[in-house]
């Protein structure tokens, strides 16, 4: 669901805001590399990865709302499916919400670099249903959603993260606060 764009509403709390730049300096290991922004909107993150690195790298932006100006206007999994993202060497999934739809597409793609996530679940919203029916299996048709909703969806996410090969990452995993980094080899 796209949602409109605020700076107030990027989940970039303090708290975190640093961890979330943190990742992304990391993912340009100190090389030029070519970066996939898909929820690009204000930019205050690679704003300030910009501000602490001091060689240029590249960094293709996306935002459903037009406001933002951003290369590509409108939603990031059109943009996935219908351009070559191999040429990318780091995508960036800031989501509102669940990243996976966008990742269960990239994982079905040639794709090899780092790629980044924010999951921000709200207590109101049920965990992603992709990760209930992995962690749950076929018990997850019959359960009743309220139970789905005090699981872990930050240990939901690494299982997710370890069904596609991926064993380590950085950052945060916890509860329904999501944020990392992880390499597709
Ligand atoms: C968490 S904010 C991004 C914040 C940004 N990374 C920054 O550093 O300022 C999420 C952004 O995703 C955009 N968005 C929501 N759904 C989208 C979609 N399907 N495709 C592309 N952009 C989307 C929203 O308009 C919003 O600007």
Do not use: H
């Amino acid at each position: 669901m796209i949602r409109p764009g605020s700076t107030k509403a990027t989940n970039n709390t303090d708290k975190y805001l640093q961890l979330k730049i943190k990742l992304r300096v990391d993912a340009l290991d100190n090389k030029e590399k070519n970066v996939l922004d898909c929820f690009a909107g204000d930019s205050i993150i690679w704003s300030e990865v910009k501000k602490r690195v001091n060689f240029d790298f590249k960094r293709f932006t996306i935002d459903a709302d037009s406001r933002f100006k951003t290369d590509y206007t409108g939603n990031a999994l059109t943009y996935l499916k219908t351009n070559n993202i191999e040429s990318y060497d780091v995508i960036d999934l800031d989501s509102w919400g669940s990243p996976i739809k966008y990742l269960e597409y990239i994982f079905n793609t040639k794709f090899k670099g780092v790629v980044i996530c924010t999951f921000c679940s709200p207590v109101s919203l049920n965990p992603d249903k992709i990760l209930a029916q992995i962690s749950f299996g076929k018990i997850y048709e019959n359960t009743n959603k309220k139970s789905i909703l005090a699981k872990n969806i930050g240990s939901m996410f690494e299982q997710y993260l370890v069904s596609k090969g991926i064993k380590e990452y950085k950052g945060l995993l916890y509860k329904k606060r999501i944020y990392c980094s992880f390499i597709i080899k």
